[in-house]
Structure formats: structure tokens, C-alpha cells
């Protein structure tokens, strides 16, 4: 398969220009079918306005889905701007299971995730769909599995052991604000492969102002015209500087003369093609998609789910004694486990992501319901993570239900599931392993206040940062 071309001068292209063509090619993506849908036969929802409804999925998801759900029952139909495009919710593992397992040809995702298409751009694994998706993942896969995990570990430790390093103890801060530092730090080291100091001050308030984006954006990218102005313009703006300092790092990276030792994931992708052919090559437009990829997917999530994890551990004195206990474990697998069902139960109880979405190429039946063509259907992650049938006292912060019998299958589903499972899922929890080890061997930790989710931009966080205080282990 063809690769995408790069600017005809690869020595200086024009980044802006590539920016500014990425942003007219993907605004407006994923308004849905030109033919409108049927929707006589979708499952019920609310008469609401459109624009009502779409907000409400996006910035009060906390409290729309559940109502909804209550309301409406297990399958529920919500309409979307622009247009009123239906998006239909399941809430049942067995439905989840049917819309993971069915033929992605059908069930695509890349159209679900389309409004993340002009920051991530064409190429990005989350929205390509089909042959150049299988391309995609089966190029990206060896970075993330096996040996290269390992070998990433020693790496994020010592990140993580010199960021606990610094903090100070007795006074309260938000651990949200320093899992996110952290997990950014470890993006860029062990996904880009930055070292330089000058480069990653210039990249971290970039790369900060990519994930810092409101729910208004979003909304706003399915109308172009809003790109000249106010906090649109501002993102078009520092999506321009980011691709300029990525390019220039790809650009390098393929001319370093040590590109083989290095095991970076930026090295590892570009050195695998270096001798291979032509469609295991990446372009260096692919790359930089690729890339704010993993840097999305794997920045903001990894962090709330640690944050969260300290929190309640923090509102626990025995939980956290337990935890350190297997953090300081002699037999480190052991240990893991334990520290692992914390993560998975801090993902479970404060869900980062609240949906998985496909869009529908042609008629599929799920959960008894036939849906048409251009139906777009997505697994509620909320509502399958707090039912009681599969998790019994929901509310509670029980890391034992992953230890021994797991919960029942597609009822915990942060990653997704099936062919389009996340492919950083392992190095998601290797990451939050090591930070939990390093933080709980140093450190006590208290929470402080109370806290409860709020929406940044498709993700959930802490709204207050998740408090906690710090104090040196006796």
C-alpha cells in the first residue's frame, strides 16, 4: 500500500501548510451520512433540541447517561449536531460483546472518533478504518508488547522515582497536576525519544495545550468557518507550532547515526522500514499522526487513572497499608498484581473515557434492535462500569474484584475491545504499576477534600485534582 507523501523539499516542508490542510481536510468529519437515517425504528430517547442533547453527551455525560439509562432502559437513542445524527447507547456486557465482535468492515470506528481527526489527523490508528487500520496496528504492535514493555519499565521508573523525589510533604497538592507532568514526561522520552532539554521545554506547553482542549472546541470543529476565530484560531494556532517541532524531530531522528541502538518508539517505528518494503515504511506525515496518536491516548488517561488511584487509596488507611505492602513485596510479580487491580479498579469507579463508538457502513442488528445504515452505536463505559449486576456495591473501591475471578467479560472495557482494542493497554498499566511502586514505597498518602469527576474535553477528570498530602514512610 502507497504511503501518504511527505513536501517535495523534505529538508525544510511546510509545516504550516500541512497543519492548515490537515484542519480542511478533517473539520467537518463524522457529521454522518449525506442520506439521513431512518431513525423510526432506533431505540427511544429524549425530544430534546439537538444542540441540548449533544452538550449534554459531552459536558454532563456524569449525569445524562444515567438518567437516561433510568429513563429509557438499556438501549437508548441520543441525536447529534450537526443534523441530528442518531447515536444509539447499549449498556449490557452482551451488547458490548456484540458490537466488539462484529465485522469491523461493517462496525467502523474511525468515523466515532472523527472529531479528533484535526488534531490527530487522516493517518491515526483511532480513525483509520479497514486495510489501512490492519496496516497501521500491525507497524505500531511490536513497540508495545513483550520485550519492548520490559524494556521500557527501568525507564518510567526513574522518571517516575525523580518526580515523587521532588514533592513536598505535608502540604496538600493535586496529585492530578503531577501524574499528568509525569506521564507527559514519560510520552516524551519513551514514545518521541526527546532528551534535550531545550526541546522538551519547548514542546511540553504544546503538548499541553493539545490535551487542554473544552468540549466547545470539539463541537466547533464540525463548523470550519470557526476555525478564524477566538479559542479555535488558538488551537489551529498551536497545532501549527506542535507540528513544526514534531517534524523537525522526525526529520532528525531519520538522520541519526545511532538509530538502530535507540528504543524509543519513534526510533523503533522509523527503523523497522528503513529495510523493509515499501508498506512497513512510514511517512513522515504518518509518523507525526501517529505519534499525537499515543500522545493523546496515552497521556491525560494514565494520568486521571492514577490520580484517582492515590485519592482513594488515600481515603483508605487499610487499602493504602495493603498497597504498599505489595508495593515494597520481595516477589515483584506478586506485588504487581495487587498494584495492577488497583489501576483496573481506579479505571472501573472514574471512568476517563465514557464511550466506545462505531458507526455503522451497513444494516446490523444488536441487542435485538435493527439499526440502518449510518447509525452510530457505542458501549457505554459509564453505565457498564457502575452496573451492579457485574459489579456488586458499585460505589465501593474494591481492587480484590481483579484478583482470582475477573469480572465478567465486557463489563470492564477502558480499552475498548476486540480488533480495535487500544493498543497501548499494556503500556498503560506497565506505566501505572511502576508509578504506584515508586510513590507508596516513598510516601503515606492522605486525601484531602472531597472530589468528584469532571469533563475536560472527551476525557473525565478530577474536578478538584484529586487532593491528596504526602508524608516520608517511618
Known sequence: MATVQDPPNPAEPDTSELTAQRFRRMSGRGRGPRVPVD??????????????????????RHQFQPWLHRRYGDAFTVRLVPGGRPLVFFTRPEQAREIFAADPATFHAGKGNAILGPVMGEHSLLLQDGAEHQRARKLLMPAFHGQALRGYRGLVADLARDEVAHWATGVPFRSLDRMNALTLEVILRVVFGVTDADRLAALRPRVNATVDISPAILLGWGYPRLQRFGPWKRTVDNQRELDRLMYAEIRERRR????????????RLIGQGEDGPAEEQLSDTELRDQLVTLLLAGHETTATALAWALYELGRDPALLRRTQEAADAADEAEGDAWLEAVLKESMRLHPVIPMVVRTLMSPATIGGWELPAGTSVGASILLAHRSPESYPEPAAFRPERFLGSSPPPNSWIPFGGGVRRCLGAGFAQMEGVAVLREVLTAYDVAAVGADRPKVRNITSVPREGARIRVTERG
Not at 42 to 51: A, C, D, I, K, T
Not at 256 to 267: E, G, I, K, N
Open 256 to 267: 541519526a547515526p545511532d538509530l538502530a541502538a535507540r528504543t524509543d518508539v519513534l526510533s
Open 39 to 60: 431513525t423510526s425504528g432506533l431505540p427511544p430517547g429524549p425530544r430534546l433540541p439537538v444542540l441540548v442533547q449533544s452538550a449534554a453527551v459531552l459536558r454532563f
